[in-house]
């Protein structure tokens, strides 16, 4: 599991980062044209709000009632609502049954969800922020406030709270987004760019990969309640999702990547065959890929991972003992390659592994 972390949604302070989110975006001209155009109704605060943190919460001045609930699906929610907010608005029954409808896994009965008015909320997150969510504890206001309702506040923070639950090595996936959404996105690339800055909740924010994610679980979330008319205003647009990083947002939260696929061939080398042995690989997903090989003893064979256009070498496999070899690399956006091995000295079996994302 992702270590413990914090994010906070921003109130509208600073209209000035949008023409930097904006230019930000214009790298990506075919994706632009994809994304609703960004409006003053809410911009981003340089200085966002105070994380959540353990003792900020227990410290708050605020009686809570509520507690473990179960809703109509048969799941219990730990919902806490404050008691300054009237009983007939905000039911922590009512919080409950909102909450399992959201798109969600098993992740839910991990939760805490808090919801207080908005000076309750801004005295736990900082007072810019309009909800935040930390190591399985949510914070959002039951009221609207800037223009932002409470449903939208809690789809966004819970996007964190599915992204703390899932996985996305050698990443985060609470501030690089899961695993396939992360690479439909081209989360990687973009980092290697310095197009989107993972972690980033300062002047980056726009452009925070963990954010986006959390924006784009909130737009699907809302249009599987039929929600059509949906704002997209806290990150660039340059995120704004596809259809095919929705669906890969949707698997992401229904079908959660849990863990690398290795495949297994082998070859003969004999007299009369060709020295070299090409095996494509497909990669769909971005990660770390490893190859080992095993290979005919006293042979000096080379193996290489070479690029989709079969010329480029990304990398050779090195000695790691008396018939192995092996090679890790990384996949940033490629979405295939091929193990070139070349036969060198000693006829024989050889094996390759691959284990990809």
Not at 132 to 139: E, F, I, M, R
Not at 143 to 165: F, L, M, N
Not at 280 to 297: E, K, Q, V, W, Y
């Amino acid at each position: 599991m992702p270590h413990p972390t914090s994010r906070a949604l921003a109130v509208l302070l600073a209209c000035a980062l949008l023409a930097g989110a904006l230019a930000a975006s214009a790298a990506h001209g075919a994706r632009q044209s994809l994304s609703p155009p960004l409006t003053s109704a809410r911009a981003l605060d340089v200085e966002l709000g105070t994380p959540l943190r353990a003792a900020r919460l227990a410290a708050a001045d605020v009686t809570w009632r509520g507690g473990p609930t179960t809703t109509s699906t048969g799941e219990t929610v730990n919902v806490l609502v404050s008691d300054a907010l009237p009983p007939e608005a905000a039911s922590p029954s009512r919080w409950a049954e909102f909450l399992t409808g959201l798109a969600h896994g098993s992740e839910i009965s991990a939760l805490t969800v808090y919801v207080g008015t908005l000076d309750d909320m801004q005295s736990i997150c900082g007072q810019n922020a309009l909800g935040c969510y930390a190591s399985d504890q949510l914070v959002a206001p039951g009221e609207t406030a800037v223009d932002v309702s409470p449903e939208e506040v809690i789809r966004h923070e819970y996007g964190h709270h599915i992204a703390y639950h899932r996985s996305n090595p050698p990443w985060n996936a609470i501030e690089w987004g899961p695993k396939r959404w992360a690479s439909a996105e081209n989360v990687c690339a973009r980092v290697g760019g310095r197009e989107a800055y993972p972690g980033d909740e300062g002047s980056n924010y726009a452009l925070n990969p963990g954010e986006a994610w959390a924006e784009t679980y909130r737009l699907m979330d809302e249009r599987k309640a039929g929600i059509t008319t949906a704002s997209w205003r806290i990150v660039s647009p340059s995120f704004f999702p596809a259809e095919q990083a929705l669906a890969a947002a949707q698997q992401d939260v229904l079908q959660p990547w849990t863990a690398p696929r290795t495949t297994s061939t082998s070859h003969v080398f004999g007299k009369r065959g060709a020295k070299v042995w090409w095996i494509r690989l497909s990669t769909p997903l971005d990660g770390s890929l490893r190859i080992n090989a095993t290979l005919p003893g006293g042979g000096t064979y080379d193996v290489a991972l070479v690029g989709a256009n079969h010329r480029t070498i990304v990398g050779r496999a090195q000695w790691v003992g008396q018939r192995a070899k092996s090679l890790d690399a990384s996949v940033c956006g490629q979405r295939s390659f091929f193990v070139r091995v070349t036969q060198k000295g000693t006829l024989g079996r050889v094996r390759v592994s691959a284990t990809t994302p």
